[in-house]
């Protein structure tokens, strides 16, 4: 049986790929996806996921709710000069989007599948913590029955992305972060030390999209371009897949080893260890050949033509 997931995210280039990645992954089952302002204002990255639906068209639809505009206490600082100004690299030709989200209210979406779906439901989150933190504000004994947190965030013994020591994500709202971590949650979390390993070269995604050629492949090749582009500029042999990782690390927690570990979040999201209970695991050493071809495997389905001669 497929595992109902939740992905709550602030799509961005990365959260893009791993939103793909769920939807052709039969492990799971993406009952609903909520947004957050992360890497752009949480209108843009609600957006950019029904230009992400309208693109896929997943067999099952999931419920779309608009989460929070901003941290919980302090202005919003996005990732726009990684990302765009849209979120997806600034193609100008994205096909007008009309669908409407079911929901303004993120928070209480996932409080609602925790309530439904209990130990079964996996929360996948791949932007800053604020609609999870909102979500134990309104409700903790119902994230209490969740079976498993998967988020992608904090630097705990490499260098940071936004400051020598912090993270985007957790560096956006540290006091969402800090709420998830002393809310005795089985959480997963996902730092640089794990996502910097998983490294993509432009030729491997090429060769994999060249299998299924077709709009979606064109699409991914365009909204990746800028990616990979600054992820070059700044030293890398390819674009770093923070988010699919995480995703991957959500349906299979065999692809990378674990450390239960106790970490506090300092004032700038700093992700400092600490003695005493773990609140945690962290990913360390991936697996990454088997990351990468179950991500290339997955990224694009197959074309119908494709799909009908083989
Ligand atoms: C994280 O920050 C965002 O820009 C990416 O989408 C990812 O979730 C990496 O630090
Ligand atoms: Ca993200």
Not at 102 to 112: K, L, M, T
Not at 144 to 163: E, L, Q, S
Not at 241 to 258: Q, V
Not at 261 to 284: D, F, M, S
Request: hydrophobic share 45%; net charge neutral.
């Amino acid at each position: 049986m497929a595992t109902p997931i939740l992905i709550d995210t602030d799509p961005g280039i990365d959260d893009a790929l791993a939103l793909l990645l769920a939807w052709n992954s039969p492990e799971v089952r993406v009952d609903a996806v909520t947004t957050v302002a992360g890497n752009v204002t949480v209108e843009k990255a609600t957006t950019n996921v029904y230009r992400l639906l309208d693109l896929r068209k997943p067999a099952q639809l999931p419920t779309v709710a608009v989460g929070a505009a901003g941290p919980l206490a302090r202005a919003l600082q996005t990732a726009t000069r990684y990302h765009g100004e849209d979120g997806l690299g600034d193609l100008a030709d994205w096909p007008e989007t009309e669908q409407a989200p079911a929901s303004a209210d993120a928070a209480g979406v996932i409080v609602q599948h925790a309530r439904v779906s209990q130990r079964l439901l996996t929360l996948v989150a791949l932007g800053p913590l604020t609609n999870l933190a909102l979500a134990l504000k309104a409700d903790a004994a119902a994230m209490g029955f969740v079976g498993r947190i998967v988020a992608m965030g904090g630097a705990v013994d490499v260098p940071g992305n936004i400051t020598p020591a912090a993270e985007f994500n957790l560096s956006v709202d540290p006091e969402a972060a800090h709420r998830v971590l002393a809310a005795k949650l089985p959480l997963d979390l996902v730092p640089l030390d794990a996502t910097r390993q998983t490294v993509l070269p432009r030729a491997g995604l090429k060769k994999a999209l060249s299998r299924s050629p077709g709009p979606i492949a064109s699409r991914i090749t365009a909204f990746s371009e800028r990616g990979f582009r600054i992820d070059h500029a700044g030293g890398a042999q390819g674009m770093v897949l923070h988010d699919p990782l995480a995703l991957a690390l959500a349906l299979d927690p065999t692809l990378a080893e674990w450390e239960a570990v106790r970490l506090a979040i300092g004032p700038e999201g700093e992700t400092q260890r600490v003695r005493g209970e773990p609140n945690c695991r962290i990913a360390r050493r991936v697996d990454v050949p088997r990351f990468v071809r179950l991500f290339l495997d997955r990224l694009c389905p197959p074309s119908p033509q494709r799909r009908a001669s083989s």
